[in-house]
């Protein structure tokens, strides 16, 4: 055995919950590219179908579901499913999420409903698929890896209308911190991995903007923004046997933005 199997995720199955999207199918690509056999969840069958499509390509085993992940129901029956199908979970994903840059409101007047949807959006989607997987992990009795998605937005302020996708990173990393401490006692590891901007069609509008694009950039002491790319390491890192005595940590995917604050 050498040194680099201790990121294998040979005979590990992994639930990528938005894996349709351009963060969730890189990491769902990466993982089944890494041995897990996968099940990508989204809530278009298109979005599912078209990742698992380029997944099945590679060789490897993948089921595609579609489910609304804000809703309990979806949430169990997609973890049933892939229980059924693979005989076993051990790994989530959480790549649903979003959506700031389409509710820029200023801070005194945050609308209600924009708040409740960024919030349905971030942390629903997050908490119950979460919470179906981790009942399965804990039945299995195998322990597990929790891996969500946070945002550098977190722990920086920014100047621009975002009060609500600020405190729904927050909570994504609070509710990291608070299930790594929970469940430890049953061998589950909750990590989160803390991007700047990465290169995808949910920021497309604002990185096309070259004045927009030219400021973050210039803050990024990397000198870029990211790609899907750049988050692979860490999932592999966090979702494999490599990261065992590692939970409840946010790292930052920021090319050292975090750094210079
Ligand atoms: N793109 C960035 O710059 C960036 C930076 C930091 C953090 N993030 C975070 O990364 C995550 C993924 O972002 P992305 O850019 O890949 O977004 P994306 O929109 O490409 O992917 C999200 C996917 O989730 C699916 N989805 C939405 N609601 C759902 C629901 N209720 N049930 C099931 N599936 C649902 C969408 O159809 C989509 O395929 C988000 O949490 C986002 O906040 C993104």
Redesign the pocket.
Known sequence: MSQIDIFSLEGRVALI??????????LATALAGAGARVTV????DE??EA?AAKIRETGAEVLAL??????EA?CERIVAATVERHGRLDIIV???????GKVLFNAEDYPRDAWDWIM???V???LL?TQAAVRAMIAGGRGGRVL??????ASLGINAGYSA?VA??GA?SSLTRQWATEWAKHGITVNA???????????AMLLDDPAFKAGIVSRIPLGR??G?NDLVGAALFFCSDASSFVTGQILGIDGGLTATQ
């Open positions: 919950s938005g894996g349709g999207g351009a963060i969730g199918s890189a969840v989204d809530i278009t979005r599912a990742a579609r489910a609304d992940v804000t809703n979806d959480n790549a649903v999420g979003g959506g700031a349905e959006l971030n629903r989607s997050t698929a969500n998605i946070s945002s550098v937005r996708y729904a990173k994504i991995i803390a991007p700047t901007f990465v290169d995808t069609p949910q920021v923004v990211g899907t």
